[in-house]
């Protein structure tokens, strides 16, 4: 299907716009603490929108009205850990972070830990956020493909050229000035949605809550004590984990407090984009759940051709909406890939600057010279990740192998810092052993639920949720475990709580 003329360009146009306004703040990105920190002078409400932005990728806007569509409110449950995991990020993480100065998440480890800690890091990391630009960029593509009848590599390669340029010039500057834009456009186009499904009803708004109630939309699932499925408890425990992770020790995240103005805005941030995301989180399953209820409705608009929960979003926004808004509501969509797409380039090219150029190769490198490793690597990070998306085409399920990733990647960096930060008594035998076991276990969770035969005895009982949850719990306990054997007085090295 072709875009309308009007909805093209209306498309068209915030492009070049978001690109163009980017490019702008190349004059305050010339230097390393401007194109990394934006020489710590940026408002909290704005690094807040930006915070909100990295949260609504190309993933939320299209996955979870997608997941109401087809069940029901059981993933929102993760929204309600926020506030919860952003009290803990704003008493403990957020100081800590801010008393060091450091503009590297992971350099704390190796303070806490050695060299091997800050490395394994860094390098999972790296990894995660390559794994999530091609994720990202990929499943951008597949909504934008039958919205704007372009092929879908074509999209891919176009959105890594716009957002590394921009964030190539602008820095972290651009990239939180532009995610405070996107966001506010993608709650639009959001809203716009809403409005029009609760007045297009043939019965008026009440048929949505008629509907829903019937088939029981609104459930938030079990609250049965069951870790086999995704109860109301097993969402929980995974929303805590994951939020916790990003608001603690994700550099996307850690960045950003850096550049806030002072200790109050740096906080404030972190409250703003966590307290947004709940009711903005609510609004689109809120989508999925109307949209449920308007093809009930009005079965004769929804083609057989559709068979997947979520392709009925993107239908809607092509065929129900005004002239100008479909465009609107593209626009909405490409922003939220681009808001989460730019922080993962900005913070990695300040990952490999800070802890494997300056720390390995490099230690008196001056200005120039860290600058251009600055761009260089964001341009080589654009051009993984962009090729990363195009890889995601041969993939069977794209957000399954995102979550095994993420989880393989990622799920053993929390329990290191919590251990770090918990246990004054931990030391580096306890914390390699307890990362060692913990990501053998992620690796059994992960895998083993696809044993067969004489091995599906060593399957895994718990649902991939848990993943994260077991894995974290396991460096941890681990680690605390193993020092009270390993040594008979307390560490007398500063815990990480005690900065560098």
Not at 238 to 261: C, E, H, M, P, S
Not at 361 to 378: F, I, W
Not at 404 to 417: P, R
């Amino acid at each position: 299907m072709d875009l309308r003329s009007i909805d093209f360009i209306v498309f068209v146009v915030y492009l070049i716009g978001v690109v163009t306004f980017g490019s702008w703040f190349i004059r305050r990105s010339r230097s390393t603490e401007g194109f990394m920190a934006a020489s710590r002078s940026l408002p909290g409400w704005a690094v807040g929108l930006s915070i909100l932005g990295t949260y609504i990728s190309s993933i939320s806007f299209l996955a979870l009205p997608g997941n109401a569509y087809s069940g029901n409110w059981n993933s929102f449950v993760f929204s309600l850990s926020l506030p919860l995991a952003a009290w803990i990020a704003v008493k403990y993480f957020v100081p800590y972070y801010r008393k060091s100065q450091k503009i590297s998440a992971y350099s704390h480890l190796e303070h806490r830990f050695g060299p091997w800690a800050r490395t394994y890091a860094v390098i999972m990391y790296l990894l995660t956020q390559l794994a999530r630009m091609g994720t990202i960029m990929y499943l951008v593509a597949l909504a934008l493909a039958p919205l704007t009848g372009w092929n879908i590599t074509y999209i891919i390669v176009l959105t890594g050229i716009l957002v590394t340029l921009y964030t190539l010039l602008g820095g972290i500057e651009a990239v939180i000035w532009t995610d405070v834009v996107q966001s506010i456009v993608l709650i639009s186009g959001a809203l716009l949605c809403v409005g029009l499904m609760l007045f297009d009803m043939p019965e008026g708004p009440g048929q949505i809550f008629s509907i829903a109630k019937q088939y029981e939309k609104f459930s938030l699932g079990s609250f049965s004590l069951d870790f086999t499925t995704a109860t109301f408890w097993v969402v929980l425990l995974y929303g805590i984990v994951i939020n916790l992770q990003n608001f603690g020790i994700d550099q996307t995240y850690v960045q950003r407090y850096i550049t806030a103005k002072t200790d109050r805005a740096a906080a404030n941030s972190v409250w703003i984009g966590a307290l947004l995301y709940l009711p903005i989180s609510a609004m689109f399953f809120f989508i999925g759940t109307a949209l449920f209820a308007f093809y009930k409705a009005r079965p004769e608009l929804l083609p057989d051709t559709i068979e997947k929960a979520d392709a009925v979003f993107p239908h809607f926004i092509v065929t129900q909406l005004p002239i100008g808004a479909t465009g609107l509501l593209i626009a909405a969509i490409a922003a939220a890939a681009m808001s989460s797409v730019d922080s993962s380039l900005n913070s990695s090219a300040t990952i490999v600057l800070s802890d494997i150029y300056k720390r390995y190769l490099r230690p008196q490198a001056g200005e120039k010279e860290s600058m251009r490793v600055l761009y260089a690597t964001t341009l080589i990070w654009g051009i993984l990740g962009t090729a990363m998306a195009l890889a995601m085409i041969q993939v069977h399920s794209v957000l399954e192998a995102w979550w095994k990733l993420a989880g393989i990647f990622s799920g053993g960096m929390l329990g290191l810092f919590l251990l770090g930060l918990i246990s004054r008594r931990a030391n580096n035998t306890a914390a390699a052993t307890g990362v060692a076991l913990g990501i053998l276990v992620i690796l059994w969770m992960t895998f083993s639920p696809n044993l067969t035969g004489t091995w599906a005895f060593l399957k895994s009982p718990f649902h991939s949720f848990m993943i994260i949850v077991v894995g974290t719990l396991t460096i941890l306990l681990v680690g605390i475990i193993l020092s009270w054997f390993t040594q008979k007085t307390p560490n007398k090295k500063k815990a990480m709580e005690d900065g560098d």
